[in-house]
């Protein structure tokens, strides 16, 4: 029902020659959802309930070709390509610790023309896409990259430390690295996912949080990595200037 409303205001504002009495309208109907959520009993299905709504409601903009199409994807390829660089890397230098840097960003205005990219550095290489689906915050593009890498470390089957400048997704990949398992409420299939790769990870695989953009110059990574600090940075940003790069 929420697209086929979705379908119906785009085909309206269509007619009308503007799009901008859609989004006021969608803006309203979600401001008067939040208002009313006491009516459900749960913030929880309000938020699912938004999230459908928006998502379903830029899969119609899709559709009419009114915004950038969701590009075609297939991760495995990359994946693949990123775990072996990790395997040939351990082969190389086994007794060196792998760092593995991921990063996610946005460009452009609120839907239905934003776009997000994700990627992935270790060493000096650098893997990057746009990210698929509907979703496209920056939490959403740093959750994604942290997944690429989470299903190549599975591949490859090698210890690492994977390296997040967004805490709210380190701290949830570092949890379910941990053996963790409790899902948030919201965006339930990614983060199950994360947590999926994550239980079949390298046991001594673990993930830190490095600071971006030079912030927190007195910052120093926990033991035992505390001298690898101008290192992380340096990863880091090669993953930053990853995600202009899709």
Known sequence: FVHLGAISLLRGSQRSGSTTSVFSR???????????????????AVQSLTRLGTSLFVY???RF???PPAPDHDSSAVTDEIAQHLAEQKRLLPDRRLFIATDGG????????????????CN?????????????????????AALMALQALEKAAVPATVLIDNMTVQNKVSYY??????LPPDATLQWNALKRHAHSC??????????????YSDWTPPKPYADRAEEWRAYNQLADEGTTGP
Request: net charge positive; glycine share 12%.
């Open 26 to 44: 969608v803006s309203m109907g979600s401001c008067l959802l939040v208002r009313d959520k006491a009516e459900f009993g749960s913030t929880v």
């Open 106 to 121: 946005t460009a452009g205005q609120r839907f239905p023309i934003r776009r997000s990219a994700w990627a992935v550095s």
């Open 202 to 215: 390298h046991e001594c695989t673990d993930c830190c949080w490095v600071p971006s953009h030079g912030k």
């Open 124 to 144: 000096d290489k650098t893997w990057n896409g746009a990210v698929p689906g509907c979703d496209h915050s920056s939490t959403d593009a740093e959750r994604y």
């Open 65 to 67: 070709g009114l915004a």
């Open 60 to 62: 119609g903009f899709q």
């Open 177 to 182: 690295l941990q053996g963790g398992s409790r």
